[in-house]
C-alpha cells in the first residue's frame, strides 16, 4: 500500500459502544474501497470484542495482557503484521475502557516514533449519553468525585473528539443538552453525534479525516489515583461449553436469563456494571450476542443469529466493581440460574478473574518534547 496508513484510536468507558463504532466504521471505510483493519484491546485474553470484529471483518488481531499504553511496542508490532499481511491503508484500534491518558502515551509516542509509517487521526472517546447523565453530579463533585468518575472525566479531558453515540436513546431535547454541557466543560474538544447501531457515523467520520495535531496542554492526572480507579473494578473472562438436557435450548433465552440475574444480583449489592458481554455459538459460523452496561437496563441483544441448537459454548466477558471473587460467585450463581431456566447443562473452564494492575506506560511524552 502506497503512502501512510491512517491510524485511528478510539477511548471511552466500558460499554460506550466503541466495538460496534469500530465494526460499523470498519464496514463503511472497507465499502468505499479502503483496505481496513481492526484491533482490539484488554486486560486479559478471550475477548468477545475480538470474536465479534472477525464475523465481520476480515482484518482483526489483539493485544493482550494490558492496555495499549503498556503494551505500545505490542500495538505497533501487531499494526505492522496487518499491515505486511493485508496491505491495510486503515487501522482502527480500541482501547480498554478503563484506559486513559492515550494522548500522552499513544498518540503522540505513534507520530514520534512512527509518524513516517502512520498518519494519527485525533483521538477519540466514545460517550454512552445514559451513563454521562447518570454520573454528571459526580463528576462535578471535581477532585472529590468519585474513583471511577474521575477517571471517566478524565477519558473526556483528553480526548480531542468527543463521540456522543447512542443519540436515538435520547430524546432531540435531550441529546442538545448533554451535547452542551460536554462543549462547555471541555471547550477546545470537537463534540460530534452518532448512532453507531444504526450506521449514523457521518460526523465522526469526518473529523478521523484530519490530523492529531500538536495539542497544547498535557492531561493532568495522578498515576496513582488512575490505578486505584481502575482495581475498583473486576474483571472477569470465562467460556463454558453448554448441552441441552432434552433435545435443544435457545442461547438467547440462556443469555437473558444469565444476564437478568446478574443485574438483578448488583443492583441488590450496589455494585456498579461496568460491562458484562456474553456470546453464544454452535458449530457453525453463527453467534447470539448480548450485552448489560447498567443494572437497571435490560439486557440488549445485540446479534441473534443462533437459533435452537443441541450445543454451544458461551464466552463470558465482565467488568464490574467488586472484588474478583464476588464476580466469580455472580457468574457461577448466574449461569446455574441460566441453566435451570433454559434446560441447560453447563462446563466452565478457562475462567479468569482479577484486578488489573498499576498502568505503567511504555511512553509518555509531554508536549513540546522533542
Not at 119 to 145: E, I
Not at 304 to 309: A, C, F, M, S, Y
Request: with cysteine; hydrophobic share 40%; proline share 3%.
Amino acid at each position: 500500500m502506497n503512502g501512510p496508513i491512517r491510524f485511528i484510536a478510539l477511548s471511552g468507558f466500558l460499554g460506550a459502544g466503541k466495538t460496534t463504532t469500530m465494526i460499523a466504521a470498519a464496514e463503511q471505510l472497507r465499502a468505499e474501497g479502503n483496505t481496513v483493519a481492526v484491533i482490539t484491546n484488554d486486560q486479559s485474553t478471550s475477548l468477545i470484542d475480538t470474536a465479534l470484529a472477525s464475523h465481520r471483518i476480515d482484518g482483526v488481531d489483539e493485544v493482550t495482557g494490558g492496555c495499549f499504553c503498556c503494551r505500545f511496542e505490542d500495538l505497533v508490532d501487531v499494526a505492522n503484521r496487518l499491515i505486511t499481511e493485508r496491505d491495510v491503508n486503515v487501522i482502527i484500534a480500541e482501547s480498554v475502557g478503563s484506559c486513559t491518558d492515550l494522548t500522552a502515551t499513544v498518540i503522540r509516542p505513534m507520530i514520534k516514533l512512527h509518524g513516517d509509517r502512520f498518519r494519527v487521526a485525533p483521538l477519540t472517546t466514545v460517550v454512552d449519553p445514559l451513563r454521562y447523565l447518570r454520573l454528571a453530579d459526580d463528576l462535578a463533585r471535581g477532585d472529590k468525585a468519585s474513583d471511577l468518575a474521575y477517571l471517566y472525566r478524565k477519558q473526556l479531558e483528553d480526548a480531542a473528539v468527543i463521540a456522543v453515540n447512542k443519540k436515538d436513546l435520547l430524546a432531540e431535547d435531550e441529546l442538545a443538552d448533554v451535547v452542551s454541557s460536554l462543549a462547555e466543560q471541555f471547550p477546545d474538544t470537537d463534540v460530534v453525534t452518532c448512532s453507531a447501531a444504526r450506521g449514523d457515523l457521518r460526523q465522526l467520520r469526518q473529523t478521523w479525516t484530519l490530523d492529531h495535531t500538536q495539542d497544547s496542554r498535557d492531561l493532568r492526572i495522578d498515576y496513582d489515583r488512575y490505578g486505584v480507579a481502575e482495581a475498583k473494578l473486576a474483571w472477569l473472562n470465562e467460556t463454558i461449553e453448554l448441552r441441552a438436557r432434552d433435545s435443544s435450548f435457545v442461547p438467547a433465552g440462556w443469555i437473558h436469563s444469565l444476564l437478568e440475574h446478574f443485574a438483578t444480583v448488583c443492583r441488590a449489592n450496589a455494585y456498579v456494571v461496568g460491562h458484562v458481554k456474553v456470546l453464544c455459538q454452535d458449530d457453525t459460523t453463527r453467534v447470539t450476542k448480548a450485552s448489560l452496561i447498567d443494572d437497571a437496563q435490560e439486557p440488549a441483544v445485540d446479534i441473534h443469529d443462533l437459533g435452537p441448537t443441541a450445543s454451544g459454548a458461551a464466552t463470558i466477558n465482565a467488568r464490574v466493581q467488586c472484588e474478583p471473587a464476588e464476580l466469580e460467585e455472580i457468574v457461577r450463581a448466574a449461569v446455574q440460574v441460566a441453566d435451570a431456566e433454559n434446560g441447560v447443562e453447563s462446563t466452565a473452564y478457562g475462567q479468569d478473574a482479577f484486578k488489573p494492575g498499576q498502568p505503567m506506560p511504555t511512553h509518555r511524552i509531554s508536549v513540546g518534547a522533542g
